[in-house]
Nanobody, 119 residues
Framework: QVQLHESGGGLVLAGDSLKLSCEASGRTFRTYAMGWFRQAPGKERDFVAE????????HYADAVQGRFTISKDNTKKTLYLQMNSLKPEDTAVYYC????????????WGQGTQVTVSS
């Protein structure tokens, strides 16, 4: 059974950078796409970025376009999120997730990692 484990969160100052990782465990790992989502206190969970696992096509939320970069290492079964020029409004719990086909919902989620950006 595949599990996802995020790491790399922390407390940083506005303008700083941070890189999140999400490692998939399990002997067999196949997915169509992996994504990052975030949930700020008192708010709904929002989409951040997505990458297709084979082709590497990416898609970003407008709020992070140009500041965040999603990438992957298929051999390590690891997803990354490089976050630059962080803002206080980026403060949230960041989750990685997978979806197994076009048009399918994200079904497999990690436990999340906290990112706090202080002004």
């Amino acid at each position: 059974q595949v599990q996802l484990h995020e790491s790399g969160g922390g407390l940083v100052l506005a303008g700083d950078s941070l890189k999140l990782s999400c490692e998939a465990s399990g002997r067999t790992f196949r997915t169509y796409a992996m994504g990052w989502f975030r949930q700020a206190p008192g708010k709904e969970r929002d989409f951040v970025a997505e990458i297709t696992w084979i082709g590497g096509s990416t898609h970003y939320a407008d709020a992070v376009q140009g500041r965040f970069t999603i990438s992957k290492d298929n051999t390590k079964k690891t997803l990354y999120l490089q976050m630059n020029s962080l803002k206080p409004e980026d403060t949230a719990v960041y989750y990685c997730a997978t979806r197994d086909g076009v048009g399918l919902e994200y079904e497999r989620w990690g436990q999340g990692t906290q990112v706090t950006v202080s002004s």
